[in-house]
């Protein structure tokens, strides 16, 4: 017979139960209430919302479809007044009276605030929820915030704000920031993170009083005299489990509400999971412990055995840049003994506390690709006596030769956990394999392993490997080359998310499996760390291929062909008469015009490169970069100055977007063409990005190819100004630099994201704008010619030593 | 008895990067690695002859420019399914000078 459970909370714990009640079709009709005016989403995920790397809706664990598919009834926003235990009713906020047969708690727990004077003054705000969220997200770079709490939560909302351009101050009480889970050595290097990313920290500050004015929150004064002034004051010094209601109904209550090993409260019928409970002294606040609760606590209610069992726990913090990790305890203490490992360099600092030939507390900063396995050690108690030596350099050191990636992962437990947004662990990727979840995307769907920040999909893959053995192909598209296992859309992400500015950061972080990569990766990394931060990334000439590095293209006989650039296809007599004095001078044996309406001066020695560069710049020419994956050519015809069809200045127009656009790098070669009515002229309609121009303005369309594939573009949008044309041509391709694989043309890119989210980035003005402005950064770099300066380096292209006259004998 | 030339500074040769050596019997590449080793080969691929000073240079091997042929900088050898070797010669560094053995000079002269 089909039985009522009510379900008070739509948190993380609670929706999970409920997952996994609904996976084993379990008799219940349910009823869910929320305080909160909606349903089931991931609390640990507020960080990168607030941070701006994830939408609210990303977040949302249930919606209203799978709510309304498992015949949820959605009690959202109203609160439970009353609970009869012996009735086995409770009361609705509004008088409803609803009987139950079993209730499960998941009240959650509520934000701690110190009582200061002034803690009721609006602006004053913990950070708990979406709205709290929301009032931090409003703000802008003119506001000024104060965090109370250098805890993981008051860090993660102060890097948020701080990411958004906010004025944000730390007030920590203690001397070290996170002193919970770090010791002072870490917490100086992670202080020294926040303050690099505009964060003021201060610690050992004791905070006297709020100060408002009017009601609202002006400034926060410290007891040593310092006022800090501030519009929105965020508390986040911990939480208090929410047993309110259980206490009113007669439940046994400590600090959290009392369960038992199987979730069962001090009433048979009742159940609870998740932040509100005391479970054996403690209480919680991770999310894989509330997940082993939501497994118990379904099975509990399904009649089935199951034991809630504490764990080790490990934390990590979700600060972009700050990788940090540690785990068990590291308080000094008679009979310990301490081994750290430090690189200053490097920012990496490491500690293992040893107890009796057993690690019990690990802390790493900077560098955690380990930690999995430190915490492994912790938790497993393993005697690591044998390989005290090496213990602290990680798995990859220990037993002689370095460990295979896929062993390690092989002699990870079950309930290793893999997945820290989702809590997954390795035995549920290994389950999910067994029903038949044998790609990356099936394991995801299953089980939401690496589906939200994607930073173990890595693992994932190598459970999936170990798992399945010889049946398991990564597929070979994926990975960028032999170098990695990761795909070009994996290191983008993660170049853009921990801030990787350099290539051995990239090959240190993404764990490369060569020392400094290869011919196919090196290009690619290249061009990814240039387009994300041009103004901190190095160009490094050694890993371009050929023709970028000497600005000429290679030809089969190893000489170099020459193309000075003729802006829209307009040029002089004097330029042609340079052009040709150049060619007999350095006696090229072929002058061509090119597909892009240029001339190819063919056959060039590459030791008299630089030489006739410089006598082309010296009559005005520069570098045609006809070898980049950049901007070759703007073709035109000739518009509205010679042609009775003209509807507009097309050749003008493409000169303008040819010295707007020239020097820049794409991830492949970039060609434009401006044609001055439909008639087509100048084949607009063939390039990668295409206008072509009609009485009421600029049609300009995109994902045109005339090379290995033939495609006509698609038109992108309609504008009624040469200016707005511009703008939006320079949005389209900064677009395709943050986001299209290397070697990917535009077109074969819009085959990825599809036309209608480059539409989207276009229509909307303000995400135009703001990647007008980007490109407009990276071009106050690379808008040069390289001719000029390779002139400058030009005993490089010479040979270094001249052998030729030493003696035979 | 080896009798070494000093050709060049080691930092005439950017890291990761090649310069030519011009001898009689043409040009012969001198690599230097990240690592800040040297090598002396012939600068062309055995494949199509392709300038090898040219290349990409990644670990102890280089990249041809031409046709993506990897080369071994230690043995000459073609890696991967490729087959064919470039001829190679000794050459060290020391007090951040390079040095080419003398007789591979008489030896390309001789040819």
Same mark, same amino acid.
């Given at each position: 017979?089909?039985?009522?459970?009510?379900?008070?909370?739509?948190?993380?714990?609670?929706?999970?139960?409920?997952?996994?009640?609904?996976?084993?079709? $379990?008799?219940?009709?349910?009823?869910?209430?929320n305080?909160?005016?909606?349903?089931?989403?991931?609390?640990?995920?507020?960080?990168?919302v607030?941070a701006?790397?994830?939408?609210?809706?990303?977040?949302?664990?249930?919606?209203?479809?799978?709510?309304d598919?498992?015949?949820?009834?959605?009690?959202?926003?109203?609160?439970?007044?009353?609970i009869?235990?012996?009735?086995?009713?409770?009361?609705?906020?509004?008088?409803?009276?609803?009987?139950?047969?079993?209730?499960?708690?998941?009240?959650?727990?509520?934000?701690?605030?110190?009582?200061l *004077?002034?803690?009721?003054?609006?602006?004053?705000?913990?950070?708990?929820?979406?709205?709290?969220?929301?009032?931090?997200?409003?703000?802008?770079?003119?506001?000024?915030?104060?965090?109370?709490?250098?805890?993981?939560?008051?860090?993660?909302?102060?890097?948020?704000?701080?990411?958004?351009?906010?004025?944000?101050? &730390?007030?920590?009480?203690?001397?070290?920031?996170?002193?919970?889970?770090?010791?002072?050595? $870490?917490?100086?290097?992670?202080?020294?993170?926040?303050?690099? /990313?505009?964060?003021?920290v201060?610690?050992?500050?004791?905070?006297?009083?709020?100060?408002?004015?009017?009601?609202?929150?002006?400034?926060?004064?410290?007891d040593?005299?310092?006022?800090?002034?501030?519009?929105?004051?965020?508390?986040?010094?911990?939480?208090?489990?929410?047993?309110?209601?259980?206490?009113?109904?007669?439940?046994?209550?400590?600090?959290?509400?009392?369960? @038992?090993?199987?979730?069962?409260?001090?009433?048979?019928?009742?159940?609870?999971?998740?932040?509100?409970?005391?479970?054996?002294?403690?209480?919680?606040?991770?999310?894989?412990?509330?997940?082993?609760?939501?497994?118990?606590?379904?099975?509990?209610?399904?009649?089935?055995?199951?034991?809630?069992?504490?764990?080790?726990?490990?934390? /990590?913090?979700k600060?972009?840049?700050?990788?940090?990790f540690?785990?068990?305890?590291?308080?000094?203490?008679?009979?310990?003994?301490?081994?750290?490992?430090?690189? *200053?360099?490097?920012?990496?600092?490491?500690?293992?506390?040893?107890?009796?030939?057993?690690?019990?507390?690990?802390?790493?900063?900077?560098?955690?690709?380990?930690?999995?396995?430190?915490?492994?050690?912790?938790?497993?108690?393993?005697?690591?006596?044998?390989?005290?030596d090496?213990?602290?350099?990680?798995?990859?050191?220990?037993?002689?030769?370095?460990?295979?990636?896929l062993?390690?992962?092989?002699?990870?437990?079950?309930?290793?956990?893999?997945?820290?947004?989702?809590?997954?662990?390795?035995? #549920?990727?290994?389950?999910?394999?067994?029903?038949?979840?044998?790609?990356?995307?099936?394991?995801?769907?299953?089980?939401?392993?690496?589906?939200?920040?994607?930073?173990?999909?890595?693992? &994932?893959?190598?459970?999936l490997?170990?798992?399945?053995?010889d049946?398991?192909v990564?597929?070979?598209? #994926?990975?960028?080359?032999?170098?990695?296992?990761?795909?070009?859309?994996?290191?983008?992400?993660?170049?853009?998310?921990?801030?990787?500015?350099?290539?051995?950061?990239?090959?240190?972080?993404?764990?490369?499996?060569?020392?400094?990569?290869?011919?196919?990766?090196?290009?690619?990394?290249?061009?990814?760390?240039?387009?994300?931060?041009?103004?901190?990334?190095?160009?490094?000439?050694?890993?371009?291929?050929?023709?970028?590095?000497?600005?000429?293209?290679? #030809?089969?006989?190893?000489?170099?062909?020459?193309?000075?650039?003729?802006?829209?296809?307009?040029?002089?007599?004097?330029?042609?008469?340079?052009?040709?004095?150049?060619?007999?001078?350095?006696?090229?044996?072929?002058?061509?015009?090119?597909?892009?309406?240029?001339?190819?001066?063919?056959?060039?020695?590459?030791?008299?490169?630089?030489?006739?560069?410089?006598?082309?710049?010296?009559?005005?020419?520069?570098?045609?970069?006809?070898?980049?994956?950049?901007?070759?050519t703007?073709?035109?015809?000739?518009?509205?100055?010679?042609?009775?069809?003209?509807?507009?200045?097309?050749?003008?127009?493409?000169?303008?977007?040819?010295?707007?656009?020239?020097?820049?790098?794409?991830?492949?070669?970039?060609?434009?063409?401006v044609?001055?009515?439909?008639?087509?002229?100048?084949?607009?309609?063939?390039?990668?990005?295409?206008?072509?121009?009609?009485?009421?303005?600029?049609?300009?369309?995109?994902?045109?190819?005339?090379?290995?594939?033939?495609?006509?573009?698609?038109?992108?949008?309609?504008?009624?100004?040469?200016?707005?044309?511009?703008?939006v041509?320079?949005?389209?391709? #900064?677009?395709?630099?943050?986001?299209?694989?290397?070697?990917?043309?535009?077109?074969?890119w819009?085959?990825?994201?599809?036309?209608?989210? &480059?539409?989207?980035?276009?229509?909307?003005?303000?995400?135009?704008?703001?990647?007008? @402005?980007?490109?407009e950064?990276?071009?106050?770099?690379?808008?040069?010619?390289?001719?000029?300066?390779?002139?400058? /380096?030009?005993?490089?292209?010479?040979?270094?030593?001249?052998?030729?006259?030493e003696?035979?004998? | 008895?080896?009798?070494?030339?000093?050709?060049?500074?080691?930092?005439?040769?950017?890291?990761?990067g090649?310069?030519?050596?011009?001898?009689r019997?043409?040009?012969?590449?001198?690599?230097?690695?990240a690592?800040?080793?040297?090598?002396?080969?012939?600068?062309?691929?055995?494949?199509?002859?392709?300038?090898?000073?040219?290349?990409?240079?990644?670990? /102890?091997?280089?990249?041809?420019?031409?046709?993506?042929? &990897?080369?071994?900088?230690?043995?000459?050898?073609?890696?991967?399914?490729?087959?064919?070797?470039?001829?190679?010669?000794?050459a060290?560094?020391?007090?951040?000078?390079?040095?080419?053995?003398?007789?591979?000079?008489?030896?390309?002269?001789?040819?």
């Open positions: 017979m089909t039985q009522k459970l009510i379900v008070i909370g739509a948190g993380m714990a609670t929706g999970r139960a409920l997952e996994h009640l609904f996976e084993a079709d $379990a008799d219940y009709d349910v009823t869910l209430f305080a909160e005016p909606r349903g089931n989403y991931n609390r640990i995920m507020l960080s990168p607030l701006g790397d994830k939408t609210y809706q990303e977040i949302i664990t249930h919606d209203a479809e799978w709510y598919a498992n015949g949820v009834t959605c009690r959202f926003g109203e609160r439970i007044a009353k009869d235990p012996v009735a086995k009713t409770v009361t609705a906020e509004n008088g409803d009276v609803l009987s139950y047969d079993k209730l499960l708690f998941g009240t959650g727990s509520n934000p701690f605030m110190i009582p *004077p002034g803690h009721d003054l609006e602006g004053v705000i913990a950070y708990r929820d979406l709205e709290d969220t929301q009032q931090m997200m409003a703000l802008g770079p003119d506001n000024k915030v104060v965090v109370i709490g250098g805890g993981l939560l008051g860090l993660e909302a102060a890097a948020g704000m701080a990411a958004r351009g906010v004025d944000v101050t &730390v007030v920590h009480i203690m001397g070290h920031l996170m002193e919970r889970q770090l010791d002072e050595a $870490a917490g100086y290097l992670l202080r020294k993170a926040l303050i690099d /990313k505009g964060i003021t201060r610690c050992q500050a004791n905070s006297k009083e709020i100060l408002g004015e009017n009601g609202q929150v002006k400034a926060l004064l410290l040593d005299g310092t006022e800090l002034p501030c519009d929105l004051l965020v508390m986040a010094v911990g939480i208090r489990p929410n047993v309110k209601l259980a206490q009113d109904c007669g439940l046994a209550v400590g600090k959290g509400i009392h369960v @038992d090993d199987q979730m069962v409260t001090s009433d048979p019928d009742i159940l609870a999971v998740g932040e509100c409970v005391e479970h054996d002294r403690a209480i919680f606040g991770l999310v894989a412990p509330l997940y082993d609760q939501a497994t118990v606590a379904a099975k509990t209610l399904m009649q089935q055995e199951a034991t809630f069992v504490q764990k080790e726990l490990s934390t /990590k913090l600060v972009t840049g700050c990788d940090l540690s785990a068990g305890d590291f308080a000094d203490a008679e009979g310990r003994e301490d081994i750290v490992f430090r690189d *200053p360099a490097r920012g990496v600092y490491r500690r293992l506390v040893i107890e009796k030939d057993v690690v019990i507390g690990a802390v790493m900063y900077g560098d955690t690709a380990d930690s999995n396995w430190f915490f492994g050690l912790i938790r497993d108690k393993t005697d690591i006596s044998e390989m005290r090496t213990l602290i350099f990680g798995p990859a050191y220990q037993g002689g030769t370095p460990m295979d990636p062993a390690a992962v092989a002699a990870l437990p079950r309930d290793a956990e893999i997945c820290g947004c989702n809590g997954i662990c390795k035995g #549920q990727i290994e389950d999910a394999i067994a029903d038949g979840a044998t790609d990356l995307g099936a394991v995801r769907a299953v089980t939401k392993a690496s589906g939200s920040c994607g930073t173990c999909t890595g693992l &994932v893959e190598q459970v490997a170990v798992t399945l053995g049946d398991f990564i597929p070979a598209a #994926q990975s960028i080359c032999g170098c990695t296992d990761m795909t070009h859309e994996d290191v983008r992400r993660l170049i853009k998310s921990r801030a990787l500015k350099s290539m051995p950061a990239v090959w240190q972080e993404c764990g490369w499996k060569t020392s400094c990569g290869c011919h196919v990766c090196r290009p690619a990394l290249n061009f990814y760390l240039l387009a994300d931060w041009p103004l901190e990334y190095a160009d490094d000439p050694q890993s371009r291929f050929i023709n970028e590095r000497k600005h000429a293209n290679i #030809q089969k006989d190893g000489t170099f062909s020459v193309v000075p650039r003729m802006w829209g296809g307009i040029t002089t007599p004097d330029e042609l008469r340079a052009i040709a004095d150049a060619a007999d001078k350095y006696m090229v044996p072929t002058v061509k015009v090119t597909g892009g309406q240029r001339i190819d001066l063919l056959g060039v020695k590459g030791e008299d490169l630089p030489n006739i560069w410089k006598d082309l710049n010296d009559a005005g020419m520069v570098s045609g970069y006809a070898y980049s994956k950049g901007l070759r703007v073709k035109t015809c000739v518009g509205t100055d010679h042609c009775r069809f003209g509807t507009q200045d097309s050749t003008g127009l493409g000169i303008k977007l040819e010295k707007t656009l020239h020097g820049s790098w794409t991830p492949h070669k970039l060609k434009l063409g044609s001055g009515c439909p008639r087509n002229c100048a084949e607009a309609t063939c390039k990668d990005i295409g206008v072509v121009c009609v009485d009421s303005g600029y049609q300009i369309s995109i994902g045109g190819a005339a090379g290995m594939d033939v495609k006509e573009t698609e038109f992108l949008i309609q504008v009624a100004t040469e200016d707005e044309s511009i703008d041509i320079k949005a389209v391709t #900064q677009a395709y630099r943050e986001n299209a694989k290397y070697l990917d043309r535009i077109y074969k819009i085959g990825k994201v599809g036309l209608e989210w &480059v539409k989207e980035q276009i229509e909307d003005l303000t995400i135009r704008q703001a990647l007008v @402005d980007r490109f950064l990276s071009q106050s770099v690379y808008r040069v010619d390289p001719w000029a300066e390779h002139v400058r /380096k030009a005993e490089t292209y010479q040979p270094i030593a001249n052998l030729t006259l003696a035979a004998e | 008895m080896t009798d070494w030339i000093d050709v060049a500074a080691l930092d005439d040769i950017a890291p990761r090649a310069r030519l050596v011009k001898t019997m043409g040009c012969v590449a001198l690599f230097r690695t690592d800040d080793a040297v090598f002396a080969l012939d600068n062309a691929c055995p494949h199509k002859q392709g300038p090898l000073a040219e290349g990409i240079v990644h670990g /102890k091997a280089v990249t041809c420019p031409l046709h993506n042929w &990897v080369i071994s900088l230690e043995t000459g050898l073609v890696q991967g399914n490729d087959e064919g070797q470039v001829a190679t010669y000794p060290r560094v020391a007090d951040g000078r390079v040095l080419l053995d003398a007789g591979f000079i008489r030896a390309r002269s001789a040819a």
